[in-house]
């Protein structure tokens, strides 16, 4: 029911800044849970920020680095991120779901690698 795609990944320098963003192929006013995960090699999925119904969601250790924001009449959410770690080098997909208990819906990833 929707596409997602995610852009704005790259090489970026410790200390540096970056800022995806992902655009979706409908309205996302109505949706239920729409953020961001992330995956490093070798390690399992996980949550970076997401917004569950207007109150949004930062794992530990993202929280004061990272802001989640969305703009409805672009149908885009962004994932500013500041203060970038090697820790953060990972794939980052784009998440969403329409409705509560409704399908999960991800974007193809963007990889995002910070040098040390």
């Known amino acids: 029911q929707v596409q997602l795609v995610e852009s704005g990944g790259g090489l970026v320098q410790a200390g540096g800044s970056l800022r995806l963003s992902c655009a979706a192929s409908r309205s996302i006013f109505t949706f239920n849970r729409m953020g961001w995960y992330r995956q490093a090699q070798g390690k399992q999925r996980e949550l970076v920020a997401t917004s569950t119904r207007g109150v949004t969601n930062y794992a530990d250790s993202v929280k004061g680095r990272f802001t989640l924001s969305r703009d409805n009449a672009k149908n885009t959410v962004y994932l500013q991120m500041n203060s970038l770690k090697p820790e953060d080098t990972a794939v980052y997909y784009c998440?969403?779901?329409?409705?509560?208990?409704?399908?999960?819906?991800w974007g193809q990833g963007t990889q995002v690698t910070v040098s040390s």
């Open positions: 998440n969403a779901q329409i409705f509560v208990g409704g399908n999960d819906y």
